[in-house]
């Protein structure tokens, strides 16, 4: 009898175990990898949105598991298991939100430029009918 209580206990802990696997791409797939597939599909700023939104999610889904599950006997603490599935989930939206940062400030230092060359287009002065022409 112990030792199929000792199994049974075994397999539920190896169940609980298990529910920890959806999370098993945060630590078996590099942010890197997956950002340079992301960025192949030519992303909007409103799709990193999206994602980063996923990433919260998902972190709202870690944090919600309870700090501790007793098995029979045995009592699973899952502090440091949330905490180190936390710093992960940290880590991809690190990765993500510093590639989104670079690709706003390149979208702005463009529109900037662009402002910049149409300011100088308005600003020229007009001296003849040619040149007002050139500011239109």
């Given at each position: 009898m112990l030792t199929g209580s000792i199994q049974g206990t075994k397999n539920k802990v190896n169940e609980?175990?298990?529910?920890?696997?959806?999370?098993?791409?945060?630590?078996?797939r590099r942010s890197d990898e997956a950002l340079k597939l992301f960025n192949k599909n030519n992303p909007q700023l409103e799709d990193f949105e999206e994602k980063l939104k996923e990433f919260d999610g998902i972190l709202n889904n870690i944090l919600a598991i309870e700090a501790s599950n007793q098995i029979g006997a045995l009592s699973l603490k899952?502090?440091?298991?949330?905490?180190?599935?936390?710093?992960?989930i940290d880590s991809w939206k690190d990765a993500f939100s510093r590639?989104?940062?670079k690709k706003a400030k390149t979208l702005l230092e463009n529109l900037t430029d662009e402002i910049k060359q149409i300011k100088l287009k308005i600003e020229k002065p007009v001296k003849d009918i040619d040149s007002l022409g050139g500011v239109m």
């Open positions: 609980f175990l298990a529910s920890f696997e959806q999370y098993s791409w945060l630590w078996s899952t502090e440091n298991v949330k905490a180190g599935l936390k710093a992960w590639d989104l940062h």
